[in-house]
C-alpha cells in the first residue's frame, strides 16, 4: 500500500477472450474500492493505479493475476446421497461445509448415482478483458483507511 492510498471508483465491462460478456458494472453506478486493501484483482488494479480520472483503457489480465488458475483437486465426484437433496441439475450450488468461508460447490455433471462438484472459481483458468473508465480518484478518509473498505457509491453503505 503506497503511503497515501486513493479510493478509485472505475466503470467497468468485463470479457472472456471470446468476447463474451461476462459482468459489468451498473448503468452510472462505477465500482469503488480502496488502493491496496485487494478487494479487486491484482491484474487490474496494477493498471488502474496507472490511470487518471477520465481514462478509458482496454486491460488484459491473464488468469494467473486474476481469479489464478483452475486446481482439478477442488473437482469432487460425491454420491448423489451425499447430498443434503436428490433434485439435483448442473449450475445448482452448495456450500462445501458450516462456514460463511467455506467455499460455494458448482454442480458441473449429473449421473444417476453420482454429481460433480467445482470449487473452482468461475472465472479461474480464464484470462479476461476488462474496459475501465476512471469516474473518481480521490484521497481516501480517515476512516476509509481505518476499515481498508471504500465507502460511499460503489462502496461500503454503512
Ligand atoms: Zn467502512
Same mark, same amino acid.
Given at each position: 500500500? /503506497?503511503?497515501?492510498?486513493?479510493?478509485?471508483?472505475? !466503470?467497468?465491462?468485463?470479457?472472456?477472450?471470446?468476447? &463474451?460478456?461476462?459482468?459489468?458494472?451498473?448503468?452510472?453506478?462505477?465500482?469503488?474500492?480502496?488502493?491496496?486493501?485487494?478487494?479487486?484483482?491484482?491484474?487490474?488494479?496494477?493498471?488502474?493505479?496507472?490511470? /487518471?480520472?477520465?481514462?478509458?483503457?482496454? *486491460?488484459?489480465?491473464?488468469?494467473?493475476?486474476?481469479?489464478?488458475?483452475?486446481?482439478?483437486?477442488? *473437482?469432487?465426484?460425491?454420491?448423489?446421497?451425499?447430498?443434503?437433496? /436428490?433434485?439435483?441439475?448442473?449450475?445448482?450450488?452448495?456450500?462445501?461445509?458450516?462456514?460463511?468461508?467455506?467455499?460455494?460447490?458448482?454442480?458441473? /455433471?449429473?449421473? &444417476?448415482?453420482? *454429481?460433480?462438484?467445482?470449487?473452482?472459481?468461475?472465472?479461474?483458468?480464464?484470462?479476461?478483458?476488462?474496459? *475501465?473508465?476512471?469516474?473518481?480518484?480521490?484521497?481516501?478518509?480517515?476512516?476509509?483507511? &481505518? !476499515?481498508?473498505?471504500?465507502?460511499?457509491?460503489?462502496?461500503?453503505?454503512?
Amino acid at each position: 500500500m /503506497s503511503s497515501n492510498p486513493r479510493v478509485i471508483e472505475f !466503470h467497468y465491462v468485463l470479457h472472456d477472450m471470446k468476447g &463474451e460478456m461476462i459482468d459489468q458494472s451498473e448503468a452510472g453506478e462505477p465500482l469503488a474500492f480502496l488502493e491496496g486493501s485487494g478487494q479487486i484483482i491484482p491484474g487490474l488494479e496494477s493498471v488502474l493505479l496507472t490511470m /487518471s480520472k477520465g481514462d478509458k483503457r482496454e *486491460v488484459h489480465v491473464k488468469a494467473e493475476d486474476a481469479y489464478g488458475d483452475r486446481d482439478e483437486t477442488l *473437482v469432487a465426484n460425491v454420491p448423489v446421497d451425499q447430498l443434503p437433496t /436428490s433434485e439435483v441439475k448442473i449450475g445448482d450450488m452448495f456450500r462445501g461445509g458450516p462456514d460463511q468461508d467455506d467455499p460455494i460447490m458448482v454442480v458441473t /455433471s449429473v449421473t &444417476e448415482s453420482h *454429481v460433480t462438484l467445482d470449487a473452482n472459481h468461475p472465472l479461474a483458468g480464464k484470462d479476461l478483458v476488462f474496459k *475501465v473508465e476512471i469516474a473518481e480518484m480521490r484521497p481516501a478518509t480517515k476512516d476509509e483507511l &481505518e !476499515h481498508g473498505h471504500a465507502h460511499g457509491a460503489g462502496g461500503h453503505h454503512h
